[in-house]
């Protein structure tokens, strides 16, 4: 069975291209979008992935449309040649959605990792939701993360019988990662002083642009809180973000603005840090599964289950509702602790696993796999 991975989210992906390698009767072939090329090449060298194809499409501030069309050029021919079993993409990317695509035009089934997470808006978070429910639809195959995204996906009239409940392979990574005794330093690291409060901070996402300077006002305000926490934010470098975190943050005691850091150190940083406080996606998952509290700076999340759950808190944008839950989770060690030791839901380590068991149950007709419970503890470190 020859297996062809295409890897927008090298995190994410990395645990079931090993997965897939323990396999002697599978052929795995990797082939990178290279998207981001720094942070790709250094994610592959930290996970020891060699890719078969790089399609290097990056170019400077490019647009969604010309993403899609360079993914759909480039893999045309790679997929002609490589004339896979199945294509294996990954999440809520707008390359995975045109990778999608492109096999779908060769006629060739798709398998979606991390399948069926959904907003109640189709333009919160832009573009991804829609890009997942696009790959959703494209896809033959869904392995979702949580009974949730199953229930999303059946809805959406998926065959229950295609969609198997995996757990993310983002919390494999995460903690195949945390274990290890390697992890380099971040930057300025030195400059804290570990004995107070830190907060990691992750801000970037489109939606949240008009609403940049008000974010940032909110984190000089929690830096001025009685308790003296300090920020240590990888600042994103979009036009959008870096000059408004320099103008609002740049000076202001205890707080940290770095370049953007590789996977590794930021698993370094959320290790140590107090809670986090983000807008991205998968730090909603992986915080969690070592006991740290989410703040999320949104109105929506494709993540409900960490809400129910109580590992995550919806902050939104507004100067005033990040400060006060900031303050909370500062100031309040029962609420800290409700949160910290709260049951993660979203995985237990070993969704490659299970990915791959189900494909080979599928194609090769080897027994199923157990899906992942419904509700489930993530392993805490």
């Avoid at 949580?146 to 990574?173: F, P, Q």
């Avoid at 008009?210 to 300090?230: F, G, N, Y």
Wanted: aromatic content about 6%.
């Amino acid at each position: 069975m020859t297996v062809f991975g295409t890897r927008p989210d090298t995190i994410k992906m990395a645990p079931v291209v090993h997965a897939l390698a323990a396999h002697a009767e599978i052929e795995a072939i990797v082939c990178v979008t290279a998207q981001h090329r720094e942070m790709l090449d250094d994610l592959l060298e930290l996970f020891t992935i060699r890719p078969d194809y790089d399609l290097d499409v990056m170019t400077e501030d490019q647009t969604l449309t010309e993403v899609t069309t360079r993914v759909l050029r480039g893999m045309e021919p790679v997929l002609e040649e490589a004339k896979p079993d199945v294509v294996l993409v990954h999440g809520d990317t707008t390359t995975s959605t045109s990778a999608a695509l492109a096999a779908f035009y060769c006629h060739i089934p798709v398998g979606h990792v991390e399948a069926g997470l959904r907003t109640s808006d189709r333009w919160m978070p832009f573009p991804e939701e829609m890009n997942r429910r696009l790959t959703g639809t494209i896809a033959s195959y869904h392995f979702a993360p949580t009974s949730l995204a199953r229930d999303h996906l059946v809805r959406e009239h998926v065959d229950a019988k295609d969609i198997i409940i995996t757990g993310n392979t983002v919390i494999d990574a995460f903690l195949d990662t945390a274990r290890r005794s390697d992890l380099p330093e971040p930057p300025r690291w030195k400059e804290l002083n570990h004995k107070r409060p830190i907060v990691a901070v992750t801000a970037h996402r489109r939606e949240n642009h008009p609403h940049m300077r008000e974010m940032c006002e909110a984190m000089r305000e929690i830096a001025e809180l009685p308790s003296k926490p300090q920020l240590y934010w990888p600042v994103h470098p979009s036009p959008h973000v870096r000059p408004i975190a320099y103008e609002v943050l740049g000076g202001v005691p205890g707080v940290v603005l770095v370049d953007p850091i590789d996977y590794a150190r930021m698993v370094a940083v959320i290790k140590e840090c107090t809670f986090v406080l983000t807008d991205s996606g998968g730090l909603q998952e992986e915080a969690p599964c070592i006991g740290k509290p989410v703040l999320v700076m949104r109105d929506e999340t494709e993540r409900p289950e960490g809400l129910e759950a109580g590992t995550l808190e919806l902050v939104g944008h507004r100067r005033e509702r990040i400060v006060e839950s900031a303050r909370r989770l500062l100031e309040d060690r029962a609420a800290y602790e409700r949160m910290a030791k709260a049951a993660n839901p979203y995985g237990d380590g070993h969704a490659a696993a299970r990915i791959v068991a189900w494909l080979l149950a599928r194609l090769r007709g080897a027994p199923e796999p157990e899906p992942f419970g419904a509700v489930s503890s993530g392993p805490k470190e």
